[in-house]
């Protein structure tokens, strides 16, 4: 789905993600086939490996509540199943339990990890050209307790795909390029199963 999506700086709730060619698939293709799960099932599942913390931010948010995840697309993103066989999963977790994923819905993760990660998505926004949206204002709670904002975090190595929530009184700004808007549904985030 393309459109403009003019809420880029009015978030309240948001992720944000570097996506690109995964399993020889480049981003338009995977797009593709997930807007088909979103007309068949009525979602569609994005794996990816969430903090544990940021999952349980969002599953504390209420049903009625807007989570987003911003995109920046690099085309040369390193694949996170490169070298790995991948499983498909059978099942997801929420706080409402266990439950099958519709046969319309693939996704994967690793065979290296038990259990994975997925963005649970409502639509998918495909801006016409990438947008720079500034999220420094966002503070995302870390494990430790301690709470940092996202231009802080961005000085480590593997940051995201962690949730962070706007803050007014903050005047941080760090402007990343967002080429991909996910809407996700609630509960937001799912943990990816193989068996019940």
């Known amino acids: 789905?393309?459109?403009?999506?003019?809420?880029?700086?009015?978030?309240?709730?948001?992720?944000?993600?570097?996506?690109?060619?995964?399993?020889k698939e480049d981003v338009k293709t995977i797009l593709s086939r997930k807007l088909d799960e979103i007309e068949k099932a009525g979602y569609s599942l994005w794996a990816a490996k969430i903090d544990k913390k940021s999952i349980e931010q969002v599953w504390n948010l209420k049903p009625t509540d807007k989570v987003y995840v911003?995109?920046?697309?690099?085309?040369?993103?390193?694949?996170?199943?490169?070298?790995?066989?991948?499983n498909i999963a059978k099942y997801y977790e929420s706080p409402?339990?266990?439950?099958?994923?519709?046969?319309?819905?693939?996704?994967?993760f690793s065979s290296k990890r038990k259990t994975y990660q997925?963005?649970?998505?409502?639509?998918?926004?495909?801006?016409?050209?990438e947008k720079k949206m500034n999220i420094g204002p966002y503070k995302t709670l870390l494990a430790n307790g301690q709470v940092k904002t996202f231009k802080e975090r961005f000085k480590c190595t593997q940051f995201q795909n962690t949730y962070g929530k706007i803050?007014?009184?903050?005047?941080?700004?760090f402007y990343k390029e967002v080429g991909l808007v996910m809407e996700l549904k609630y509960p937001f985030v799912v943990e990816l199963k193989l068996d019940k």
Do not use: W
Request: glycine fraction near 6%; charge should be negative.
């Open 1 to 23: 789905m393309k459109g403009d999506f003019r809420l880029l700086d009015k978030i309240n709730n948001i992720f944000y993600s570097v996506i690109g060619q995964h399993d």
């Open 70 to 86: 911003v995109c920046s697309i690099k085309p040369k993103a390193k694949d996170p199943g490169k070298g790995y066989d991948n």
């Open 96 to 108: 409402k339990g266990v439950f099958n994923i519709d046969d319309n819905v693939i996704s994967t």
């Open 118 to 129: 997925a963005y649970y998505v409502n639509k998918y926004i495909m801006l016409p050209e």
């Open 167 to 173: 803050d007014d009184s903050c005047n941080d700004e």
